[in-house]
C-alpha cells in the first residue's frame, strides 16, 4: 500500500495545530516533563490520525503523561482494529534523584528512592485504559533494546537523552517506521539533547519536517523513504561527541534553524548549537554564540528564557552570562 492512501491527516493539517481545538475542554496537564500542547497533540493525533498500519511506541514515558492521552485517543479511534491499539512503552522505569523535584507537592512526593522500580505506579496510572488499548511496558537500557520488527506508525521519542540511545534507537526502531510513519522529538529544542538535530540532519532525506508544537520544544517529522543499511550503520556508529565534526555541525544547525518561522524556536536552535559546540571543547564560539543571542529582539520570549535559566542552573553561567 502506499503510504500516501493511508495517511488520514496530511503534513498541511497538521501545520494548522489542530490539536489545539482541545484546548476549549480545559484539561488538566498530566505530572510531567511535557506541555498541556504536547499531550493535547498525542491525544488529538493518535484519535484522527492513527490508521492501524503499525503500532505505536513511546521511549521514556516516565509517569505516563503522553502515554495516558495517547491512549485516550486510540480509545476512540474507530479506524484502527483492536489488534493495532497497542502502545509499547520502554524505559528504564527505576526512579532517579531529578525525580523528585518533579513530584514535591504530590502523592508521589517522597514514594521512592534513587534506583527503586516505579513500573507498578505507572501501570496502575495506565490502568483505566487497558481494557482498551494493550499498554506493553518494556523495562530497561534503551541503549540495549531490541525492536521484534512489528511495523511501527508512531513513534514518540522523549528518551534521547545519550548518545549511545539515540543509536541504537535509530538502528533497531527506525528500520519499523513505515513510509508516512510520525516521529514526534518531545526534546528537539532542548539544548543539551540537540544532538537529535545533528541526527535528523542526517537523516533529512529519510524524514520530512511537519511542525513544531506549540508552547513545546517538540517537533514533528514524517518518515517519507526507507533508510539504508549503509546510513543506518553509520547512526549506530555515532557513540561520542567526536564522531561529529564543527563543520558538520554548523551546517546541521543551519539546516535546523530553517525548519522554524517562531523566533524564539530559533533561539533554541542557537542555544542547541552552543552546547555542542561546548561539547567539542570550543567554549569561545559558545560564548559568542549566547552573545548574539542576548542581542536578538526576542531574547526576552518566556520559552527562551527558561530554558537559558536552566542551563545558568547547570553551570554554565560562565559560558552564557549574566
Known sequence: MNSQQWIRISDWQLQQHPYLSLLSASPTTLLGGTTLEEQLFCQWYAQHGVA???VTVEHG??????????ARGLKANDAVPETRKIIHAFDLFLWASWCDSWVVGTL?????????SFLPLYRDLTSPYEKSVMIVAHQGDLA???WNGEPVEFLINDAWKQLPIMANVIAQFFPSLIKGAILFHQDYLWASES??????????????SVCRIRNSCAAIFRKIHDIPDGVLRHMAATRSYTDFTEDEIYDAFAWSKSLFDEPEARLAVDAGLAWMLLQMGNAGAAR???????????YQHPFYQFQESTL???GLIDVIGE
Open 108 to 116: 508521589y512526593q517522597g514514594r521512592y528512592r534513587p534506583g527503586e
Open 312 to 314: 545558568k542552573q547547570w
Open 52 to 54: 492501524g498500519q503499525g
Open 61 to 70: 514515558p516516565w509517569l505516563g503523561s503522553l502515554t495516558i492521552p495517547t
Open 288 to 298: 559568542q554564540i549566547f552573545r548574539d543571542i542576548k542581542r536578538s529582539s526576542c
Open 144 to 146: 540495549q533494546a531490541r
Open 195 to 208: 544532538f537529535i538535530q545533528l541526527a535528523m540532519y542526517r537523516l533529512r532525506d529519510f524524514f520530512q
